[in-house]
């Protein structure tokens, strides 16, 4: 999944010179926490949150400023993007890494959207494929090759449709495998797969209990 794939489209924008009263009413009226910020051009030259503006204007600050102060006076730059064709997951780190909530997506110099923690909720929910009624199954594989291919197969062999993947390491050796299935009856399937010699961990095979 790419970031072209998430990203809000048209994205609404202020400019540098107004003021932050209207900037926090766009805001308002829009729905909106993120707002970018483009020059006369419409190119893009600061970034402003909600929280830049409750900061900025906060009583608790030493010279707080006021609502008629302008949008440059606070807004952040230079301004960390994302490219429409980034994987969603590369443009997840960026965010999660420099603490930020959102990422203005360039094409060349152009404005094209805008990706926020909220879409990148969204893509995880599509990724793990939560859309779709479906049972749950986590193994714990060894990591090594070929050790995916025997989970999957036992699958076909059942003529179980598998919705999605998602595997991530829990040791140096072992990796954990989360699949969302077509059928809800996993339990039965859970014991055949404990059966074969696989480590199942959900649905576990006895109740949990502190």
Do not use: Q
């Amino acid at each position: 999944m790419l970031v072209k794939d998430v990203m809000k489209r048209p994205v609404i924008t202020i400019g540098p010179e107004a003021t932050l009263h209207e900037a926090h009413r766009l805001m308002w009226e829009k729905g909106i926490r993120h707002l970018p910020v483009v020059d006369a051009r419409g190119e893009l030259v600061g970034i402003l949150t909600d929280r830049d503006i409750r900061l900025a204007t906060s009583n608790l600050r030493e010279n707080p400023l006021p609502c008629d102060a302008k949008v440059y006076e606070v807004m952040t730059r230079p301004v960390l993007t994302a490219d429409p064709l980034d994987p969603v997951e590369d443009a997840a780190r960026l965010m999660r890494e420099e603490k930020i909530g959102c990422l203005p997506v360039l094409e060349g110099k152009d404005l094209v959207g805008i990706l926020t923690g909220i879409d990148l909720l969204d893509a995880l929910i599509v990724l793990t494929g939560a859309t779709r009624p479906a049972g749950r199954i986590e193994v714990l594989l060894p990591d090594r090759p070929g050790e995916l291919t025997r989970l999957t197969a036992f699958f076909a062999e059942k003529k179980i449709n598998i919705h999605s993947v998602l595997t991530y390491p829990v040791a140096d050796d072992r990796v954990m495998n989360v699949l969302r299935v077509e059928t809800l009856e996993v339990r039965p399937l859970a014991e055949e797969l404990r059966a074969r010699g696989f480590e199942v961990v959900w649905p576990p095979e006895k109740p949990w209990s502190r």
